[in-house]
Nanobody
Framework: VQLQASGGGLVQPGGSLRLSCAAS????????IGWFRQAPGKEREGVSF????????YYADSVKGRFTISRDNAKNTVFLQMNSLKYEDTAVYYC?????????????????WGQGTQVTVSS
């Protein structure tokens, strides 16, 4: 069982990035999956999640209208399209999946975590 996150990087304010989270070893059908982020000195916070069973979604207020979560069933992969990036979006982003229907997910408990991917917004 593995979540493989990718897509982070350095981007200027106003730019875009797309994060990917590929799940292997399990079927996402009954899971809620998405992204947390953690900036230096701050607690881990939920950013966006999608409930696979009905495509229900959650977005933190700070990212509404800028981020979009989506999925590719064939690839067992979830994407986070991040547009209009701001300095305050700088953080390590973690993909996570939980065998539940909850929205949003909370860091504890979460069944599976991917490795973090760094997103840096800087001019």
């Amino acid at each position: 069982v593995q979540l493989q996150a990718s897509g982070g990087g350095l981007v200027q304010p106003g730019g875009s990035l797309r994060l990917s989270c590929a799940a292997s070893g399990f079927n996402l059908k009954y899971y809620t999956i998405g992204w947390f982020r953690q900036a230096p000195g701050k607690e881990r916070e939920g950013v966006s999640f999608i409930r696979i069973s009905d495509d229900g979604t959650y977005y933190a207020d700070s990212v509404k209208g800028r981020f979009t979560i989506s999925r590719d069933n064939a690839k067992n992969t979830v994407f986070l399209q991040m547009n209009s990036l701001k300095y305050e979006d700088t953080a390590v982003y973690y993909c996570a999946a939980d065998y539940s229907a909850e929205l949003p997910l909370h860091p504890i408990p979460v069944d599976y975590w991917g490795q973090g991917t760094q997103v840096t917004v800087s001019s």
